[in-house]
């Protein structure tokens, strides 16, 4: 597996674009750290641990939320409720708490107000 994950590692970062697969580089480079044994902080790549002065990486999640969850938590930081969420991009409420319960559960959180948080310290909201 580790042979595999370099060869797809090294792939990734000769052609970031015309790489074939959707694997995030620092999802890779997690898993190679992982790998060797190094221990990796939570929510961070080992390439952010390394240099302790560098921004995290913007999607350092292991599962990196989609357009569309981002979207949500960039309202759910404006302050909008879920109703007003769900009329803003004319989806139903319950597809808009599915999404709040799937960006909780990627962020590792359990409130608004910690998504929030979370989401800032990740450098997935600007300031």
């Known amino acids: 597996m580790a042979v595999l ?6 792939r990734s970062r000769k052609r970031p674009r015309a790489a074939s697969t959707n694997v995030p580089l620092a999802y890779i480079e997690r898993l190679l750290a992982l790998l060797r044994g190094e221990r990796v902080q939570e929510g961070t790549s080992p390439a952010a641990t390394s240099s302790p002065s560098a921004p995290a990486p913007a999607q350092s999640l292991l599962d990196p939320l989609t357009e569309r969850e981002l979207e949500v ?34 962020l590792q959180v359990e409130s608004r107000t910690q998504a929030v948080a979370r989401a800032r310290a990740l450098h997935l909201l600007s300031e």
């Open 5 to 10: 994950l370099a060869k797809l590692h090294e």
């Open 73 to 106: 938590l960039r309202l759910i930081a404006a302050g909008l409720s879920n109703r007003e969420i769900a009329a803003r991009l004319v989806l139903a409420l319950s597809t808009v708490k599915s999404y709040v319960n799937t960006i909780y559960s990627k």
